[in-house]
């Protein structure tokens, strides 16, 4: 999909390749948007400039009243931080609505704001939350309201040369209430069929300020202005929230698509917008991210950097695959999925959608179940990679020289066809190594992202607790 594949180890170096290839380059961190889009022939490019491997750039930080994520934090790290639930609760149950745990590991928030798709779920909030985008390149810095940054439909302000280095915003005060609706036609891995987000600000029961987002609308975010400026100095009684819903919805012409028709969108936007004003107004902010995430991810909180130190990539891709060390000299312009298939030959892990929708794919990559069709082969250099064939040796060999998920699934009966186990035993090995003792809802979570088409997943949640509970 790609010739050339830079990976700068600074910041400065970074920037200086931004400069020398401008448009002729895209950059890659999560990957989890520039590869689908390459694979459909999006915005193709021949070079590729992974910032993944420059520290500094995956941080959350709170100075004076506002708060910093880095331009490779994580949906993951927004999730897992308690500053972010608690002062930006709108941007993490956004950011835990993000496709699923294997997404969320790799995929960056800034990355998700720059494809700027009107349905992305980021975006929403952090227009509600008035935030500003900090953009660097080695002409210099400027910072833009992310109000400023959306031209249109996949298209910003963001010069060729540019990268997100912080997205900043102020964080929720006493006397502020935000939240996060999304309607989607599944519980996980779904793209909105709108989304909106509603920052209020009271006074004892009085509105003193409001900004509302709504998302999935329009082909950029639409802020509800006309319905912003009503609720202000008003008490948000019942009638009151029914009326901003209205003025909302005649700010906005839904189109129709294969998600919804325009009549359906504008209908569920009045009913939610009207219920989520109530809410507000009572208290209620909605359900969070969870304390304790489901993230299959072991590593320490908040790593620095998303790829490992080590000596630079430079055309060979020297990993450690399933504890051995291998060389790829073939793979620089492919997926890690394809990398292990065609030059490591292992097989076990299966392509099955090449979009991060089914979760077939899934390995382990330096301690994170990412999607491997969607991780550029490169990013394991210098890493470790666990696939199927190596689950047994890396968990813990049972008796029978099986991984005791493995040994769950035969004993129960799980596999069917089973091109999805492999992906499945290797989503569920993530969450025990992270979770010993995992219930049904945090179960259901680290698998949202894994479909099995012959609709096993009873046995298959029955073969998790088997696990956890034959190894407590």
Not at 157 to 179: C, K, S, T, Y
Not at 222 to 234: D, H, M, P, S, T
Not at 381 to 391: C, R
Request: net charge neutral.
């Amino acid at each position: 999909m790609w010739k050339t594949y830079l990976q700068p180890q600074t910041l400065d170096d970074a920037l200086a390749l931004l400069a020398e290839h401008a448009e002729k380059a895209r950059i890659v961190a999560g990957g989890t948007d520039v590869i689908v889009e390459l694979s459909r022939g999006v915005r193709p490019t021949d070079t590729l400039i992974d910032i993944t491997a420059v520290p500094g750039l995956r941080q959350i930080r709170l100075v004076d009243g506002v708060i910093s994520l880095g331009g490779l934090t994580t949906h993951n790290d927004v999730i897992a931080s308690s500053l972010c639930r608690e002062r930006a609760r709108p941007l993490a149950q956004a950011c835990w609505e993000v496709g699923a745990p294997q997404i969320r590991t790799r995929g960056t928030v800034a990355g998700n704001l720059v494809t700027a798709s009107p349905a992305n779920d980021t975006i929403t909030p952090l227009i509600a939350l008035d935030a500003d985008l900090v953009l660097l390149s080695a002409r210099g810095e400027r910072t833009i309201r992310l109000d400023d940054f959306y031209l249109g439909v996949r298209r910003t302000a963001l010069a060729p040369d540019e990268l997100v280095r912080a997205i900043r915003f102020p964080a929720l005060r006493d006397g502020q209430r935000g939240r996060f609706v999304k309607l989607g036609l599944r519980r996980a891995q779904a793209i909105s069929v709108i989304d909106a987000a509603i920052v209020l600000t009271f006074a004892g029961e009085t509105v003193t300020a409001a900004r509302i987002a709504l998302g999935s609308l329009a082909p950029t975010i639409v802020r509800a202005r006309a319905a912003e400026a009503f609720l202000i100095g008003k008490r948000l009684a019942a009638e009151t929230a029914a009326e901003t819903a209205n003025l909302a919805c005649a700010e906005v012409s839904p189109i129709d698509d294969i998600r919804g028709s325009a009549a359906y969108r504008m209908a569920t936007l009045r009913n939610l917008l009207t219920q989520t004003l109530i809410d507000l107004a009572a208290g209620d902010q909605g359900v969070g991210a969870p304390v304790e995430p489901v993230l299959l991810d072991t590593n320490p909180a908040q790593q620095e950097r998303l790829s490992p130190a080590g000596e630079p990539f430079a055309g060979i891709i020297r990993t450690r695959v399933n504890g051995r060390p291998l060389e790829l000299t073939a793979s620089t312009g492919c997926t890690l999925l394809d990398a292990l298939r065609n030059e490591a030959a292992l097989t076990g892990t299966k392509e099955g959608c090449a979009e991060g929708e089914c979760g077939a794919c899934t390995v382990w990559l330096d301690g994170q179940a990412v999607m491997s069709c969607l991780v550029p082969a490169p990013q394991a250099h210098n890493a470790d990679v666990v696939t199927i064939e190596g689950l047994a040796h890396i968990g813990g060999n049972g008796p029978d020289g099986l991984h005791p998920l493995q040994h769950q699934f035969v004993d129960r009966g799980a596999v069917q066809c089973g091109y999805c186990i492999p992906g499945m035993l290797m989503a569920g090995a993530k969450l025990l190594a992270e979770r010993p003792a995992p219930d049904l809802p945090a179960i259901q979570t680290a698998l949202s992202g894994n479909i099995c088409r012959c609709t096993g997943y009873k046995k298959i949640f029955d073969a998790v607790r088997g696990a956890a509970e034959a190894h407590p």
